[in-house]
T-cell receptor
Framework: DVKVTQSSRYLVKRTGEKVFLECVQD?????MFWYRQDPGLGLRLIYF???????EKGDIPEGYSVSREKKERFSLILESASTNQTSMYLC?????????????FGPGTRLTVT | TQLLEQSPQFLSIQEGENLTVYCNSS?????LQWYRQEPGEGPVLLVT?????EVKKLKRLTFQFGDARKDSSLHITAAQPGDTGLYLC??????????FGKGTKLSVIP
């Protein structure tokens, strides 16, 4: 089974703190994604990476950065957390083999910024 | 921006009832996926439809892709409490990306 794990299920941070959200997948997938999920807004893509050291901005990259130094790990960084970044953060991965576009999701990190 | 509109946004039904949820767009998608998300978990893929007019069945769930590949529906027969969750449709919009609808939150009351 594909497994995508996220470093924390719940996180509480203060405004202005630097926040790291870690995601690890164990299936040697090339592509990895970070989304945030908010009520009434659905899933919105923050950043994605199609391979190691590669990254592309998604729909809402402002206030975030990412790092992908190893194939299995994709980190989301909030340089200076703000209250409007309180949200559920979901990581996903996908293989480029075959024609499926299935994305495998982690359980999510619920981040609260106070 | 390609948008996917899902309806209804919320649905609460009794166990044993049938229901249909919809996913509509003005854009054409090369493929469309349906995911279910349970509380506190990430979304899990249910099905991918690729061909216009395609119908796929997964036990009591029937998925249909519109002939023009702009819309899709999910029909559940004899809903059970285990069907409770957030149903998301997602259309392929590029080599890597999916665009997600906002979801339909289904509650099945025993």
């Amino acid at each position: 089974d594909v497994k995508v794990t996220q470093s924390s299920r719940y996180l509480v941070k203060r405004t202005g703190e630097k926040v790291f959200l870690e995601c690890v997948q164990d299936m040697d997938h090339e592509n990895m994604f970070w989304y945030r999920q908010d009520p009434g807004l659905g899933l919105r893509l923050i950043y994605f990476s199609y391979d190691v050291k590669m990254k592309e901005k998604g729909d809402i990259p402002e206030g975030y950065s990412v790092s992908r130094e190893k194939k299995e790990r994709f980190s989301l960084i909030l340089e200076s957390a703000s209250t409007n970044q309180t949200s559920m953060y979901l990581c996903a991965s996908r293989t480029t083999s075959g024609s499926s576009y299935e994305q495998y999701f982690g359980p999510g990190t619920r981040l609260t910024v106070t | 921006t390609q948008l996917l509109e899902q309806s209804p946004q919320f649905l609460s039904i009794q166990e044993g009832e049938n229901l249909t949820v919809y996913c509509n767009s003005s854009s054409v998608f090369s493929s469309l996926q349906w995911y279910r998300q349970e509380p506190g978990e990430g979304p899990v893929l249910l099905v991918t439809v690729v061909t216009g007019g395609e119908v796929k069945k997964l036990k009591r769930l029937t998925f249909q892709f519109g002939d023009a590949r702009k819309d899709s529906s999910l029909h559940i027969t004899a809903a059970q409490p285990g069907d409770t969750g957030l149903y998301l449709c997602a259309g392929r919009t590029g080599s890597y990306q999916l665009t997600f609808g906002k979801g339909t939150k289904l509650s099945v009351i025993p």
